[in-house]
């Protein structure tokens, strides 16, 4: 994730050269996803919602690069639209379960979880269902560390906070999760 | 140490984020407590977990996708973009366009004058099986009469 080049290909887009922006789409676009995969939602219906979301990312950072100034980094601006857009898809979805049936948070716990998990796509899944219940801004914290792998430097600069809090929000998270994965497997 | 300081700490400690003599001072914790080491384990478990969990990558045409949705949301300023060219490319474009047009000029005069010469002996030999096989006009016809009255130097 070199920012050198990323500011070579913004600059490069900003005198009219599409295929700069086309360069950094295709850069970015399997982190992009992979983290709207697991910040979407249960994990059924989170492909297509995932496509959706991360398509809008990078449209809204099409709309918004002309205001992007390059001393923060390229990657966590575009990981802070991915994580806006994720929170106005679940706002947008709960808004439609309310309307519809009982809120989708509710269901899966009551599902039985695998005792053993070899495959990768389970642990995923299971993974995924107890990210659910934590609140945005842990899930957000620790699907940065785990998930994309993102040092705390790198993620207080995608979500604003200082280090401490974010030391504070990936301990937390993982003290929540390691409750619930015990409960459900126990 | 006491075991709710030690618990702050295992995150870092799984993250590999602590300095040397904190490590340490976890590690002789955990040694002596049960509660504390079975914490650190299921942080680490989990941290696995995390880590052998799927990645996904984005779909196959992704980033089509997302240019054709640019495409059809922001339809004139990529138009525009798309406008901005070098102006050797222009330049390029101008002289293509001017040869093909001179191309075009000239072969079909060639064209032209080719098809007049064939068409004239086309004529050429029309007239000669016309004459030579066919009587259109028996002399003694009505039509014959006419034609032979109407034919410049007539005998008659």
Redesign the interface.
């Known amino acids: 994730m070199t920012s050198t080049d990323d500011n070579d290909l913004i600059g490069l887009f900003r005198?009219?050269a599409?295929f700069a922006f086309?360069a950094l789409?295709?850069k970015y676009?399997?982190r992009?996803?992979?983290l709207c995969?697991y910040m979407l939602q249960n994990p059924e219906d989170a492909q297509d919602a995932?496509?959706d979301a991360?398509?809008d990312v990078?449209?809204k950072a099409?709309?918004a690069l002309k205001d992007f100034r390059p001393e923060s980094s390229f990657y966590t601006w575009l990981y802070r639209i991915a994580l806006n857009t994720c929170l106005d898809y679940r706002r947008k979805s709960r808004r439609e379960a309310l309307r519809n049936e009982p809120l989708p948070e509710d269901l899966p716990s009551d599902e039985p979880f695998p005792e053993q998990?070899y495959e990768?796509?389970e642990?995923?899944e299971s993974?995924q269902l107890a990210l659910q219940k934590l609140p945005e801004k842990l899930r957000a914290a620790i699907v940065l560390?785990?998930?994309e792998a993102l040092s705390?430097e790198e993620i207080a600069e995608v979500l604003y906070i200082s280090m401490g809090t974010v030391?504070?929000r990936?301990?937390r998270a993982?003290?929540q999760?390691?409750r619930l994965?015990?409960k459900n497997m126990g | 140490m006491k075991c709710t300081h030690v618990?702050?700490m295992?995150?870092?400690y799984?993250?590999d984020?602590l300095s040397p003599d904190e490590k340490k001072d976890v590690d002789s914790h955990v040694r002596g407590c049960a509660s504390c080491r079975e914490?650190l384990e299921?942080?680490r478990a989990?941290?696995q977990?995390?880590?052998?969990?799927?990645?996904?990558?984005?779909?196959y045409g992704?980033?089509t996708?997302?240019?054709a949705?640019?495409e059809e949301?922001?339809g004139s300023r990529?138009r525009s973009?798309?406008a901005?060219r070098p102006l050797f490319i222009r330049a390029a474009q101008v002289t293509f366009a001017l040869v093909v047009i001179t191309m075009g000029i000239v072969s079909g005069n060639l064209l032209l004058a080719e098809r007049t010469e064939t068409i004239e002996q086309a004529a050429v030999v029309q007239e000669a099986f016309s004459l030579d096989l066919f009587q259109a006009t028996p002399p003694d016809s009505i039509g014959g009469i006419y034609s032979t009255l109407m034919r410049p130097n007539h005998e008659s």
Do not use: C, T, W
Request: net charge positive; charged share 30%.
């Open positions: 005198k009219g599409l086309e789409v295709r676009q399997d992009i996803y992979n995969r995932a496509q991360a398509q990078f449209l099409y709309r998990l990768s796509e642990i995923s993974v560390r785990e998930i705390y030391k504070s990936i301990s993982r003290e999760l390691r994965l015990k | 618990k702050k295992i995150s870092r799984v993250d984020a914490g299921e942080i989990l941290h977990m995390f880590a052998s969990a799927e990645r996904f990558p984005a779909p992704f980033a996708r997302v240019l949705n640019l949301k922001e990529l973009l798309l901005i």
